[in-house]
């Protein structure tokens, strides 16, 4: 972790790694992804800069950000995270299905 703005010292967060880091809405705990695990650490600023260990939340299969944001919301309360869950792994394409006059069978559906 890096102070904003300015100068200060770095305080490792997590051993293992991670990405993705969300604030919690009163700023005393930080989410994280590892791989497939969202992690929080709680975090105090007084007297001084203290983080707890990294403690596991819960794991699963969700889709990846792929741009800088992260790819989650956390809950102002912190306890509910909303997250696109992969409902089974990445198959390549093997079939399309392509419907011709799908107007006249939407319609018909409506008589």
Same mark, same amino acid.
């Given at each position: 972790?890096?102070?904003?703005?300015?100068?200060?010292?770095?305080?490792?967060?997590?051993?293992?790694?991670?990405?993705?880091?969300v604030w919690?809405?009163?700023? %005393?705990? =930080? !989410?994280?992804?590892?791989?497939?695990?969202?992690? *929080?650490?709680?975090? $105090?600023?007084?007297?001084?800069?203290?983080?707890?260990?990294?403690?596991?939340?819960? %794991?699963? =299969? !969700?889709?990846?950000?792929?741009?800088?944001?992260? *790819?989650y919301a956390? $809950?102002?309360?912190?306890k509910r995270?909303?997250?696109?869950?992969?409902?089974?792994?990445?198959?390549?394409?093997?079939?399309?299905?392509?419907?011709?006059?799908?107007?006249?069978?939407?319609?018909?559906?409506?008589?």
């Amino acid at each position: 972790m890096i102070p904003v703005p300015g100068p200060g010292p770095r305080h490792a967060i997590s051993t293992g790694g991670g990405t993705e880091p969300v604030w919690s809405a009163n700023g %005393r705990e =930080l !989410f994280y992804l590892n791989r497939d695990a969202m992690m *929080a650490v709680d975090i $105090s600023l007084t007297p001084t800069f203290a983080a707890s260990a990294p403690r596991l939340l819960y %794991r699963g =299969l !969700f889709r990846p950000s792929f741009t800088s944001d992260s *790819a989650y919301a956390v $809950s102002r309360d912190g306890k509910r995270f909303l997250r696109i869950q992969a409902i089974q792994p990445e198959r390549p394409l093997t079939e399309i299905q392509v419907v011709l006059n799908w107007f006249d069978e939407l319609t018909r559906g409506e008589k």
